[in-house]
């Protein structure tokens, strides 16, 4: 067995680690009071600031990349951690790690080095220490390159952690980003990450088979999240993965593991997407064609006061506008008192989770809702309020 971290966004840990619970890649925590695994994440041994460490098999690994929606990369643990307080010391300890696993002699490599509280402070100095331990383990140097997180794929990226003196080393097994699932190729104001989108999903208690309204779509990612998630499509079903250059990949395995893939067929709920910016919503349909869902969406451009959504109850999911990220400046507390008038008149009894920066903001809306989420929006702290829409 493998030690494997699963790398997620402030705030989203809790949302990997369920899901890794769910892919039975952890064992469900029960403490014999019947609480959700999602109320028990953070007294987890597995969930730490950052992400959720598991342990497994090759074929685990390959599964977390392709089905994780929440989680930014998945890092494999290169050996045992180890102390090192000289250069020496880190150079002959990596040299003993089996770098083969990972690298041919003279792969292209960059190194993402961090020191905390540590003897060995500088960097760089770090990064070439550990580079001349891998050389000496493969018989031949890699070329060392700058970390990459661009969309084509980088050279392998390994990552150097030193925290008081212990030596952390881990080889990417992703490649680009997870929360790249290839669909979004054309972008909006602000766009929300995948990554994001699938978690305040996942936080909005959302069932997958009720009606879904987003009226702030923008460029779709809410409402493609949401279709690919109710059909069972893996986010990683029609991507390339850094493991797949490792010397022990077994293409015949991860060929298996796509066949497991259920063919669920057409959603059973009915997402709804909106927008009154003409641009945003051909975007979004755009976006969704790629990735094989804008027959299960319904994508139209229309103010906030002009959405229809469907008899009965459901969920709005939603990223509105918020001053830092489309419009700083100007005063939105009448389009949040408008939104929260519109949800009474036209979703009473819906349940709700907004993203938002700003308390007063929220506030506009009128409504009770729990903001103790504390997300992270393209480096903005954001929440996401939750709760139900009183009429």
Known sequence: MDSYFAVAAPGLEAFTLRELEELGLLPPKDDGLGRSSQEEATGSHSLEAGGVTFKGSRAD?????????????????????????????????????????????GQPVSLRVTCHKSKLYHSDGVARTVAAGMAMRLGKPSPVSAPDDGSRQPAQLIIVRLAEDRCTISVDSSGTLLHKRGYRQALAKAPLRETLAAGLLMASGWDRHSPLLDPFCGSGTIPIEAALMA???PPGLHRGFAFMDWPDYDANLWQALLRQVPNEGQPMALIQGSDRDEGAV??????????????????KPRAVSAIEPPAGTGWVVTNPPYGERVSRGKDLRDLYAQ???????????????????????LGQL????DVSLRLNNGGIRVRAARGKVSG
């Open 61 to 105: 690994l390959y599964r977390a990349n392709l089905h994780l929606r929440t989680a930014s990369r998945i890092l494999a643990r290169l050996g045992h951690f180890f102390y090192a307080t000289t250069f020496a010391e880190l150079e002959k300890r990596s040299s003993n790690l089996p770098w083969e696993r990972f690298l041919s002699p």
């Open 231 to 233: 059909a069972g499509i």
């Open 282 to 299: 051909r975007m979004a349909a755009a976006n969704a064609e790629r990735a094989g869902v804008a027959e299960w969406i319904e994508l």
């Open 339 to 361: 939104f929260g008038n519109i949800l009474r008149e036209k979703c009473s009894g819906w349940n709700l989770c907004v993203l938002c920066s700003d308390p007063i903001l």
């Open 366 to 369: 009128q409504m009770d809702l």
